[in-house]
């Protein structure tokens, strides 16, 4: 039996690279690829993940950081 993850959109995230999110996982653009998939123990840790990042100091986000210096 398949199971199959349903992803949304948060209209409040302000990362740029944010894509979509399930239960557990936040997908942004990738880094090696089409996407990074960003897997959290529980939704307690993906929401503060999210909180911290997606939502407000994208800047600081490990992911962010990497995708903004690649290349330069």
């Given at each position: 039996?398949?199971?199959r993850l349903k992803y949304t959109d948060d209209q409040y995230v302000i990362c740029?690279?944010?894509?979509?999110e399930a239960?557990?996982?936040?997908?942004?653009?990738?880094?090696?690829?089409?996407?990074t998939t960003?897997?959290?123990?529980n939704k307690a840790a993906k929401h503060d993940f999210k909180e911290d990042f997606c939502k407000a100091y994208y800047?600081?986000?490990?992911?962010?950081?990497?995708?903004?210096t690649d290349g330069k």
């Open positions: 039996m398949s199971t740029p690279y944010y894509r979509k239960a557990v996982e936040i997908k942004c653009d990738g880094i090696c690829g089409d996407v960003h897997l959290f123990q800047w600081n986000c490990p992911c962010y950081i990497t995708l903004e």
